[in-house]
Every structure is written in C-alpha cells, then in structure tokens.
C-alpha cells in the first residue's frame, strides 16, 4: 500500500514538473513573402549591393520565415530560432554555411533574487536600432538604408537591468564584433557594446546605444566608435513620430584621421483605424569616405530617401503591405533601365506577413 502510494504521489509530481515545463515553453513562428520592382530593371535580379533585406528584383521571393522556441523562469531564459529566406542569405553570406540559418541562439541566467539582474551569451538580436528583421514589428515595410547598414545580429554575451517601475533599462556587452558571429581572419580584440534605453510613458521610448571596436586585422587596427540614438513617441492615439540619428567614425587606414559617417532618419505613422496604418520616411546617408558603402564616387555615398507604406491587418495575424520608395545620390552611384549611370533609384514593394500562433 506504502509503495503504491508512493508511486501514485510520484506520478503526480512528474506530473506537475511537466505541466510546469511546459508552461515555460513557447513555440512561435512568422514567415514574410515580398514582390519588389526596381524601375532600373537589373538584369541579375539584384537591387544595389547596400541592400540586404527585400533585395530581388521582379521576384516573388522569400524575406524570411522562422520558427522559434522560447523558454522563460524566474531564473533562466532561452531562445532558439531558425531561419530562411533572402535576409538570411545576404545578412550572413560572410558566416560558416551552417550558422547562416541561426536566426537566434541564447542562455540567459538571473544573477539576482531580488532585481532583473541578467547574463545572457549565445547569437542575439542587435541592441542597435528600432528596426528588426521582423518586418510587422517595423513601421516600414522595407528596411531603412541605416538598418540594413548597421548589425541585425551579434554574438556574444550581455549584461542587463532591468529597473523595477520597467522604466530604466542598461545593458554592457561583450560582442564577436561588428554583426559577427566568427571574428574576421586575424582579428583577437573583443567589440564592446552598451544600451541605455528609458521608458518615461507607455508610448514614449528614449534609446541610446554604442558600439567601439574594429571589424578588421589585428595588424590594420581600425577601431569603430559608434552612437545609435532615436526616440519614438506616440504623440496623439492616432499619431506617433519616430526620430533617429546614428553617428559613427573610424580610425583610417593611414592612422592618421578618423573618418565620420552619420544617419538621421523620421518616420512619422498615422493610424487610419485599428486595422490600417499610413508611414512615410525619410533618410540621409552620408559616408563620404566610404566606411560602411564604398562607391568610389567623388563625394561617396551622400543619400537621401523617401518612401511611404500603407499597411492593412487583414486577420489579427495577417499583415498585407504596399511601399513606394526612391533615393536620391549626390553622384551618380545608380544605374537606369538602359544601364546609364544616374543619381535617383526608385522601386515598389509589396508583402505579406503571416505570425504563428
């Protein structure tokens, strides 16, 4: 009797354990089909080098579909994501083929018992910027030129605080590098990484992130030093106003100098109803000596654009959206439909998101 009970009480916890587990455990999925027409009509299919997400021309192509397991205590966290699709392709064509389908890979250990005290290490989301590769969770369809020139990603390990109002959130971080999960050849010095990001109002975000090392050689030396910052606001139910600026340097090849590069950026939104929205956005990109984008142009890469979506939520967890975008360059970077250099390129975008469960 003593042993059947005994077995009875243990089913019962094993029981429980499970259930518990389970209930830690999250299992997620999204996926994003796109269609994009460049006027200038490229023969091999592929929108300019300095684009990396929506970048196939006249194709109905694959951004990214992944699926992803989460799992959360009190006191340990985890992710893991794979992934597929054309952002993966060309955000990660410099990695080992087998890590270019890890869209997330992280350990997460509470180090407090009393405060949101975390270490997580593993390939995360970047702590830089308000845009993802989770395009439903952007204002914009496609990507902005500073998004797609700044990390989506990064490796290594990260330590957070939360404040208990959830106001107040800092993080430090010891980083692979400049969007690296394996260093470039020759390259031993760690990145650094911080974020500072403060909360005053449920609809207002304040966000400063940085960046310092060097994504070359031990033997060229080149340190990085970078500042995101943007705020978004909500100004009104129907009206939020995102505003942002990154400014970077490097060291140059010389030793000699430091070349700059920076990138404001606004997007306003209007909600239309609960449904459909209504973004425009405009962007600066100047890097005349080429850090990020070498043209090779007398005054770099010096551009400006302009875009406006109109997005509508055909089911709570179906996303159709229509872009209409054009860039402007100080020299002539672009190619026409006659393959004729030119200062404009203007294109059109549409897509369709689907977010599981």
Not at 65 to 80: C, D, E, F, Q
Not at 288 to 302: D, K, M
Not at 306 to 325: G, H, Q
């Amino acid at each position: 009797m003593k042993r059947l009970l005994f077995l009875s009480l243990a089913g019962t916890t094993l029981t429980v354990a499970a259930q518990e587990l389970d209930s830690a455990i999250t299992l997620s999925a999204y996926a994003e089909v796109y269609y994009s027409f460049d006027m200038a009509q490229p023969d091999n299919h592929l929108r300019p080098g300095f684009f990396y997400s929506y970048n196939r021309h006249n194709e109905v192509n694959l951004n990214i579909a992944m699926i992803k397991l989460a799992h959360a205590t009190n006191s340990v966290r985890g992710n893991m994501a794979l992934m597929a699709g054309t952002y993966s392709q060309y955000n990660l064509a410099a990695e080992p083929e087998l890590l270019r389908s890890v869209f997330e890979a992280n350990v997460g250990v509470k180090l407090s018992k009393t405060k949101e005290l975390w270490i997580d290490a593993g390939i995360m989301p970047s702590h830089i910027g308000f845009e993802s590769a989770i395009g439903k969770d952007c204002w914009n369809l496609t990507r902005s030129m500073l998004a797609d020139n700044t990390p989506y990603y990064e490796a290594g390990a990260r330590l957070s605080y939360n404040s208990p109002s959830g106001k107040w959130y800092a993080s430090g971080l010891l980083l692979n590098g400049w969007q690296r999960i394996t260093r470039v050849d020759g390259n031993n010095t760690p990145a650094f990484g911080t974020q500072l990001t403060f909360k005053p109002t449920g609809s207002t975000i304040l966000n400063w992130s940085t960046f310092m090392g060097s994504d070359k050689p031990d033997t060229v030396s080149q340190l990085r030093i970078f500042n995101n910052l943007y705020a978004q606001l909500q100004l009104t139910e129907r009206f939020g106003f995102i505003l942002g600026c990154d400014i970077g340097m490097e060291e140059a090849a010389s030793g000699d100098s430091t070349n700059m590069f920076i990138t404001p950026i606004a997007i306003p939104r209007f909600k239309i109803n609960d449904r459909t929205f209504v973004a425009a956005r405009w962007e600066l990109y100047q890097d005349e000596n080429g850090v990020i984008i070498a043209t090779g142009s007398p005054n770099g890469f010096n551009t400006m654009g302009y875009s406006l979506n109109f997005d509508r939520w055909i089911a709570p967890n179906l996303l159709w959206r229509v872009e209409a975008r054009m860039l402007q360059s100080e020299d002539k970077i672009f190619a026409d439909a006659d393959g004729e250099a030119t200062g404009t390129n203007t294109f059109f975008t549409t897509s369709i998101a689907i977010t599981l469960p």
